[in-house]
């Protein structure tokens, strides 16, 4: 009877059937290569880095047209006056009423010289005056044509280092972006796998759930017939009513993950989101040394080391500069005439030069110039020194992180292997609990182990992906492909 009973209960228990109340709603599957490329498009953190790496390059573009020719033209339309003035005269000092109207534009073309920081323009201009009192006088005065420039003579020249710096700064922020996308890339892995955990999660309660509903139902059947105490009925019975706790729990911890996702994602749907577990990408053992090289190469932090050195520099040469003599070089020479007729404002212009030197010499600053110089020198130093720290920093976290990587493809091999040999070994158990080999405390033990090893493969896969993208953020290198990360940055909005 016991032998007939078993052989029944197998094929209850094997046949899995269940409530359809785990029947699931029609979803959209996504893998983790289609997720990640959806957070490159319209998460709010590659939003951020596209606006970031937009206003750098319009700073670089600003920088640009500060070295072009610029033309501008000033005008007053008009500009009115009266007022009581003092005169002088031979005869005295004399006050005296007066109501004017005056009218300019003067049109100028002007260019910075970055080699020397001065600047060279051409203007030409027209001004009326209407002096209204018994009877309006007008009066004109024009300068057709001045050619002038204006030149520091030893003083700091913030062109001859923006020069250095600028694009320096814009290619920075170049490869900057191509380290936010990668860190995009890691928020979605961290996110695709925080889902999928609950999703495994959510099955294998699911899974218990049966196994344990079946299980009762088998025991009751067992306990009736006396072949198994009231005690293992109640272990069996508060097994199934954990699995219910559990499978509500991992529900709800999915919907929250759910969520999680498609907020970071901007999904607007409202179909439920399954998820398809990846398997690890095929890539080379890392060499730390090529790693290391194309990071000093790629990375925005390698060229942020030499573009402070450099302005740490700029500020040692800005101080001296400032503590010493300068000179300001003036010069215009240009033509004018003055006139009450309009018809004869441009007619036998007459020469005007003008030639202006001042200088600058510090006397007695009570050492406020030797302080500032002092200052940045010490300033580049301590520069120098942050440099040379975050560089051998910089090398040390490419060197590990090469080496966790390389051992973590160790570990998800093991990490696989054992969720099969957990799953076969849950399997086994089972079978000879059902033909009553072995107890219920054995049974629980296999299904905690299998459950385990199913969730360590998940985070071990999980692990290996997260390196895999960090290890790209890190060098800008694409080591499956054996080439070195590039964009088309064209492809950004207002972005030439």
Do not use: C
């Not at 006396?226 to 009925?233: F, K, S, V, W």
């Not at 194309?294 to 050195?309: C, G, H, K, P, V």
């Not at 302080?371 to 975050?390: C, F, H």
């Not at 219920?440 to 997260?466: C, G, P």
């Amino acid at each position: 009877m016991n032998r007939i009973y078993s052989v029944i209960a197998l094929i209850v228990f094997l046949s899995g059937t269940i409530p359809d109340v785990f029947a699931q709603e029609k979803s959209r599957v996504f893998t983790l290569p289609e997720v990640i490329e959806i957070a490159k498009r319209q998460s709010p953190d590659a939003l951020a880095a596209m606006h970031r790496f937009r206003s750098s390059y319009w700073q670089y573009r600003n920088y640009k047209a500060g070295l072009m020719p610029m033309l501008t033209l000033d005008a007053t339309l008009p500009s009115l006056s009266k007022s009581i003035d003092k005169i002088s005269t031979t005869e005295g000092d004399f006050f005296i009423e007066r109501n004017l109207a005056s009218y300019s534009s003067t049109m100028s073309l002007s260019k910075n010289i970055g080699l020397t920081g001065g600047q060279v323009f051409l203007n030409s201009g027209l001004q009326r005056l209407d002096l209204f009192g018994d009877s309006t006088v007008t009066s004109y005065l024009s300068s057709p044509l001045n050619i002038g420039i204006r030149q520091p003579i030893f003083s700091y020249n913030a062109y001859k280092w923006l020069r250095k710096t600028e694009p320096m700064r814009y290619n920075e922020a170049e490869r900057r972006y191509l380290e936010d996308v990668e860190k995009v890339a890691i928020t979605a892995a961290d996110y695709f796998f925080s889902l999928l955990d609950a999703q495994i999660r959510l099955k294998i309660q699911q899974t218990n759930l049966a196994n344990n509903d079946t299980l009762y139902q088998i025991a009751k059947g067992r306990y009736n017939i006396g072949t198994i105490a009231e005690n293992e009925l109640l272990q069996i019975e508060l097994s199934l009513l954990n699995s219910r706790s559990a499978h509500e729990r991992a529900n709800l911890d999915v919907e929250m993950k759910t969520f999680d996702l498609r907020s970071y994602l901007r999904l607007t749907d409202n179909e439920s989101i399954e998820l398809y577990a990846p398997v690890a990408p095929e890539t080379p053992v890392l060499e730390s040394q090529l790693a290391i090289s194309e990071a000093r190469q790629n990375r925005s932090d390698a060229l942020a080391f030499d573009r402070r050195l450099i302005e740490a520099e700029s500020s040692v040469n800005k101080a001296r500069a400032e503590s010493r003599f300068n000179a300001n070089l003036f010069a215009v020479y240009g033509l004018t005439q003055t006139t009450n007729d309009l018809k004869q404002v441009y007619q036998n212009p007459q020469e005007q030069q003008r030639l202006e030197v001042g200088i600058q010499i510090p006397i007695l600053d009570w050492g406020l110039g030797k302080g500032k110089i002092k200052l940045a020198e010490s300033d580049r130093e301590l520069q120098k020194t942050a440099v040379q720290q975050e560089m051998i920093d910089f090398d040390q976290e490419v060197f590990l992180k090469v080496m966790q990587f390389n051992m973590q493809r160790n570990q998800l091999i093991i990490a696989a292997k054992s969720d099969t040999v957990a799953e076969k070994r849950y399997e086994v158990t089972k079978q000879r609990y059902l033909i009553g080999k072995v107890g219920i405390t054995d049974l629980n033990i296999a299904q905690a182990e299998k459950d385990n090893a199913r969730q360590d493969y998940i985070a071990a896969l999980h692990t290996y992906w997260r390196s895999f993208y960090e290890i790209r953020k890190l060098t800008l290198y694409d080591f499956i492909a054996g080439k070195r990360m590039t964009f088309d940055f064209s492809s950004i909005p207002d972005v030439e």
